[in-house]
């Protein structure tokens, strides 16, 4: 290679890195709606009055004095003058050529005097300080008809059309906190897994930004309550500023308003990625809309062009894998996996109501052809013309599909947008000899009778089928497991087992799922050639459970035989959502390197995921052709999600499916459960039974115990504060309860105790996927432990929980706070109302009622105060 290829190769390289960065920033920042993190994952519209439009938002653009000269462009490029609301804030009066004051500019404000502030607060980052206050400066404005504030850095840039569509679907009047993690997990340790990253833009609905500006209070720990710190990944969506153009040949401003042209025609498929083939040539067309296009001289599916190419840095130094949030794939210069690299250009109407975007070539590629694929060189096309429709697509359980048109030899390419049929697998015919697979035979069948329930009636539990798959070896104990929340002849589906069922297992317990023989295994090892035949099993699980066929069915759950599934949880979260549309449901591992070694977007299945009927149907279909594809991959859960992705659909992660892929001493993750209805809890084979004294069957069945009485309340933390002592109250409702002999903060108790250890080995931290807390054996940050023991209805039809000590803690008193010992209380009772509470935007709070000496304290449950603080 000469010297002038190789600096060619580097500058290609290098834009690349950046478009292929951008692209994914985007797509996590705003498009994916399942990124959000969200106090709650519960969606309603139901409620509200007029729909929610740009003039119920109310931005609070962070910025100085000094860089707004060079970033006012980012934001003007967004910005629509007396249309969006809100203020700029600056540190100090513009001067210079800022004045007089743009009008295509937010109105700017100037901040509180911060270094009063800080006098005032003794706050030690004058910095974090301005931008929380600033949250509060923005709140006072007193706007009227606000429902949603949002706060982001001055070299952001905002979506507001899909901001809109995505908060119109949300109560607005609850408390919500959106926002994202930041994709470097490094980042998400120092600071918080729990925090939005507020440079991309937190979101606050109203009532809390409120609340939040009332009780400002800098002095205490605030980092918990609203994190808020500008920093996220180097190059972000963001991080504007500190990349370079996003367009060749373009400065930055340039390049902010060229992105919002396309933007201005159709916010919702902006950057939306839409993946077709022209079979003929062994070509794949990757469009990112209004933003890039990628053509592959070779077919490749969905499953792996999904992945970011990893070609950007990170934050900062990160001396070991895994450095992001999601998977990636390397860069190559192989021509058979480089992309050709298109940008967007112009955007117009067409006559026939389309919307019609240009892409052209950014550079040559200039490595020759992909021969295993046939030598069909793409480097003469130089224009890609993509039309797309004039309709918004906001809901998206399911990306498009598009067909390719482009005459021999010509240097333009034409892309039509259109939904996916409905037994489209955009690469199902990967390998062309697969084409004719013949579909299984109960396909005939389902086509005619309309399972999918055209009814609105609610989800009830005769709408889940599950398939539990398990083995005859493991089943003789750990059926206790199953039967401990198996409703028999409620719940609907079936146990796979490997080999029919012998000895005590016979005959078959009535309280057991009933359960089927999977299909001759080695017979589909030879269909599909795969690699591993217990993979093989359990992936075309799935399939003989959803032939089953039973009326009515609306979703397809499937777990392992050690688990334990919270099925009124389970019902009520599902019930939120559309059956008819796509979705995969399931939960990440607790442990990163899990989601490394298998990835980032995958279900983890033990803890079960669960399919709604027509995306069961689709992979129903592509079973066999999926399982020849993907014969080289030796994870179940991993197979399942390649295969859905094929399909178009990826996984909407859920906060209460726990795979516990944690050993030991489940005690402290227990006691801090995220805020989300609890739905299972995995491999309750491999930990230390939960309750002490009890062997892991009794444990199960104790567990269950007071989830037959209330399970949208199962785990879910409620703290509160006994003053007079400071003693701290938090209780993990029909699990555990703890009493600090300190006032502290739910900031930090939420976060588990780490007396749970890692499922393999994992040399240094960050382990988990969530922040932690160390154990302790300071007397004042060292809990009182109880556990659960009993649970009844009273007469004034309340649900009381008992909690009874552990242990005697027996490390002296917290002195500081006053000498005041917990140690002689040895009960404590908790009150909670009999009504579920399934919307859980805002936890729960509590008043302790305790006469000084005596061995009992009453807790009572209570909805919080508007303006009440847990700390
Ligand atoms: C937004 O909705 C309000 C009603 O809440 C209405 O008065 C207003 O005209 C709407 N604004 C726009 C821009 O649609
Ligand atoms: C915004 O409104 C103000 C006064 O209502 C007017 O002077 C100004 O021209 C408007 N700006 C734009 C860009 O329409
Ligand atoms: C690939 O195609 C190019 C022209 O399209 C031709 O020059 C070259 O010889 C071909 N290579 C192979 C190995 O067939
Ligand atoms: C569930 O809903 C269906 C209607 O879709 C109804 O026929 C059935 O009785 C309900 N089952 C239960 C257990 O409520
Ligand atoms: C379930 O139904 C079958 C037959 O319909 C019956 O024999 C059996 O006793 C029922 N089981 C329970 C636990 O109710
Ligand atoms: C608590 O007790 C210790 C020793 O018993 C004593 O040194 C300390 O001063 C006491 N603290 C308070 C606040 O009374
Ligand atoms: C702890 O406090 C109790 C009273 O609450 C007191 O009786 C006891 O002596 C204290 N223990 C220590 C070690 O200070």
């Known amino acids: 290679m000469s010297k002038q290829d190789k600096s060619n190769v580097l500058s290609i390289c290098k834009k690349m890195l950046i478009c292929c960065l951008f692209l994914y920033m985007c797509t996590i920042i705003f498009l994916n709606n399942s990124n959000l993190l969200s106090t709650s994952q519960t969606r309603t519209s139901s409620k509200i009055v007029a729909q929610t439009n740009i003039s119920h938002l109310v931005f609070g653009l962070l910025g100085n004095e000094r860089a707004w000269h060079h970033r006012k462009h980012y934001v003007e490029a967004w910005w629509r003058p007396n249309v969006t609301r809100g203020h700029i804030f600056l ?26 502030l800080v006098r005032e607060t003794n706050h030690v980052d004058p910095r974090v300080l301005r931008m929380v206050h600033g949250i509060m400066e923005v709140v006072r404005q007193a706007h009227e008809g606000v429902r949603w504030v949002i706060l982001g850095d001055d070299d952001t840039i905002f979506f507001v059309d899909n901001m809109v569509d995505i908060l119109a679907q949300y109560d607005h009047t609850k408390y919500y906190y959106f926002g994202g993690h930041s994709e470097f997990i490094l980042s998400n340790y120092w600071y918080s897994f729990h925090q939005g990253f507020g440079g991309a833009g937190i979101i606050l ?10 009780n400002i209070d800098l002095r205490g720990d605030i980092s918990g309550f609203l994190s808020y710190h500008p920093k ?56 990112s809309w209004g933003y890039s296009a990628h053509i592959y001289e070779k077919i490749m599916p969905r499953s792996w062009i999904q992945r970011p190419i990893v070609t950007f840095r990170t934050w900062q130094r990160s001396p070991t894998k895994p450095q992001y949030m999601f998977d990636v794939r390397g860069p190559s210069w192989n021509p058979c996996e480089a992309p050709h690299v298109f940008f967007f250009k112009s955007v117009e109407k067409t006559p026939r109501g389309e919307i019609v975007t240009t892409y052209t070539r950014g550079w040559p590629r200039g490595i020759g052809a992909c021969l295993s694929s046939g030598n069909f060189s793409e480097e003469y096309v130089s224009e890609i013309h993509v039309y797309s429709p004039a309709i918004k697509r906001i809901q998206i359980d399911k990306c498009e599909c598009c067909d390719v048109i482009h005459e021999e030899g010509s240097i333009k390419a034409d892309i039509k947008y259109r939904e996916c049929k409905i037994n489209d697998c955009p690469s199902s015919d990967l390998l062309s000899s697969l084409k004719f697979t013949t579909l299984p035979s109960y396909d005939s069948q389902t086509s005619t009778s309309s399972n999918v329930a055209q009814s609105k009636s609610s989800t009830n539990i005769s709408h889940l089928l599950f398939g539990l798959l398990g083995s005859q070896k493991a089943w003789h104990h750990r059926k206790s497991y199953i039967e401990s929340w198996w409703r028999p002849n409620v719940t609907k589906g079936y146990l796979l087992l490997d080999v029919p069922p012998q000895g005590d297992l016979l005959p078959w317990s009535l309280n057991s799922p009933p359960y089927k023989i999977s299909d001759d295994v080695p017979k589909l090892v030879d269909e599909t050639k795969h690699v591993d035949a217990t993979v093989l099993r359990l992936v075309h699980g799935i399939m003989e459970v959803f032939r089953e066929e039973y009326e009515g069915v609306r979703w397809i759950v499937m777990g392992d035989d050690d688990s334990i599934f919270f099925l009124d949880n389970m019902v009520d979260i599902l019930a939120q959502y559309d059956h008819t549309k796509y979705y995969y449901f399931g939960g990440h591992s607790e442990f990163i390197l899990s989601n490394y070694w298998y990835s980032f977007n995958q279900g983890f299945g033990g803890a079960g995921f669960i399919l709604s009927y027509p995306l069961a149907k689709a992979l129903a ?26 399909i178009g659909v990826n996984l909407s992660p859920l906060l209460g499916v726990h795979q516990i892929d944690l050993r030991g001493d489940l005690s402290g993750f227990l006691s801090s459960h995220p805020k989300s209805l609890l739905m299972s809890l995995h491999h309750f084979d491999m ?17 269950l115990n007071a989830a037959n009485y209330d399970q949208s309340r199962m785990l879910q933390q409620t ?14 409702w029909g699990y555990s309860a703890h009493i600090y002999e300190k006032i502290m903060p739910r900031s930090w108790l939420q976060n588990p105790i780490e007396t749970f250890k890692t499922w393999g080995r994992s040399p240094r931290p960050p382990h988990y996927m969530f922040d932690t807390r160390r154990p302790s054996w300071d007397p004042c940050e060292a809990p009182h432990v109880f556990f659960f023991k009993s649970v009844e209805r009273t007469p004034r039809n ?15 008193n917290c002195s500081f706070t006053g000498n005041h010992s917990a140690e002689y209380v040895s009960e404590i009772h908790v009150y909670s109302p009999v009504t579920k509470r399934i919307e859980i935007d805002r936890c729960e709070c509590c008043d302790v009622i305790h006469e000084a000496g005596s061995n009992k304290a009453d807790i009572k449950y209570r909805e919080c105060k508007e303006d009440e603080i847990i700390a």
Request: aromatic share 10%.
């Open 91 to 116: 540190d100090v009066p513009p001067r210079g050529d800022l004045l007089p004051w743009s009008l295509n500019s937010p109105p700017y404000r100037i901040s509180d005097d911060v270094l009063k």
């Open 205 to 214: 609905s109203y009532p809390l930004a409120r609340e939040f500006a009332h």
């Open 232 to 287: 996220s990944l180097l190059t972000s969506l963001h991080h504007y500023d500190t990349v370079d153009p996003i367009f060749p040949s373009m400065t930055r401003a340039q390049a902010s308003f060229h992105l919002l042209k396309a933007a201005r025609y159709d916010q919702s498929r902006m950057l939306q990625q839409t993946i077709c083939h022209h079979r003929s040539k062994s070509w794949t067309f990757s469009v």
């Open 621 to 646: 279909r592509d079973m066999i052709s999926c399982l020849k594809r993907y014969a080289h991959l030796n994870a179940a859960d991993k197979t399942t999600m390649t295969c859905i992705a094929d």
């Open 687 to 703: 930990v230390d039974p939960i309750f002490p004294s009890m062997d892991r069957a009794q444990s199960g069945y104790h567990l």
């Open 719 to 732: 703290i509160c504060h006994k003053r007079s002592t400071s003693w701290t109250f938090s209780i993990s």
């Open 798 to 812: 309340e649900i009381l929980t008992t909690y009874v000590r552990a242990w005697p803690r027996g490390i002296g």
